[in-house]
C-alpha cells in the first residue's frame, strides 16, 4: 500500500494549490481516504475525508467553504483543491487510509488516533 501526495508549493495568501494523492495497494471506492496537515509546532490533524461508497465528504470549521475535496476512481487519486488559503494553512499535508476499517464505507473519519498508513507529505507553504 502506498500514498503520494504531490502539488505542494509557495502560495500567496488568497490564492490557491490543488493537492494530489496518488494511491497503489488499494482502491479508493472500497476504503476512505483522509487528508491530514502538520504545522509547524502543532499535532497532526485531519482536515477533509472522502467516503468510500458514498463520496460524502467531510471538513474541518477552519477549511470549510475553501477546501473541495474530490476523487478520480478510474485515477485512483484524491485530489484537495485549496482556495482562499491563509497562512495559518502552511503546513506538511498527508493522505492516509485506515485499512482495518469496513470497506465500502458510507463514512470518512478525521481523528487521528486510527490505525492509518500514511503517505509521504507535500509541504504548503502560504506567505501573506
Known amino acids: 500500500v502506498q500514498l503520494q501526495a504531490s502539488g505542494g508549493g509557495l502560495v500567496q495568501a488568497g490564492g490557491s494549490l490543488r493537492l494530489s494523492c496518488a494511491a497503489s495497494?488499494?482502491?479508493?471506492?472500497?476504503?476512505?481516504v483522509t487528508w491530514f496537515r502538520r504545522a509547524p509546532g502543532k499535532e497532526r490533524e485531519g482536515v477533509s475525508c472522502?467516503?468510500?461508497?458514498?463520496?460524502?465528504?467531510y471538513y474541518i470549521d477552519s477549511v470549510k467553504g475553501r477546501f473541495t475535496i474530490s476523487r478520480d476512481i478510474a485515477k485512483n487519486t484524491v485530489y484537495l483543491q485549496m482556495n482562499a488559503v491563509k497562512p495559518e494553512d502552511t503546513a506538511d499535508y498527508y493522505c492516509?487510509?485506515?485499512?482495518?476499517?469496513?470497506?465500502?464505507?458510507?463514512?470518512?473519519?478525521?481523528?487521528?488516533?486510527?490505525?492509518?498508513?500514511w503517505g509521504k507529505g507535500t509541504l504548503v507553504t502560504v506567505s501573506s
Open positions: 492516509a487510509v485506515d485499512l482495518t476499517n469496513q470497506k465500502y464505507w458510507m463514512s470518512c473519519e478525521l481523528k487521528l488516533a486510527r490505525a492509518w498508513t
Open positions: 495497494g488499494f482502491s479508493i471506492d472500497e476504503y476512505s
Open positions: 472522502i467516503a468510500s461508497s458514498t463520496g460524502l465528504t
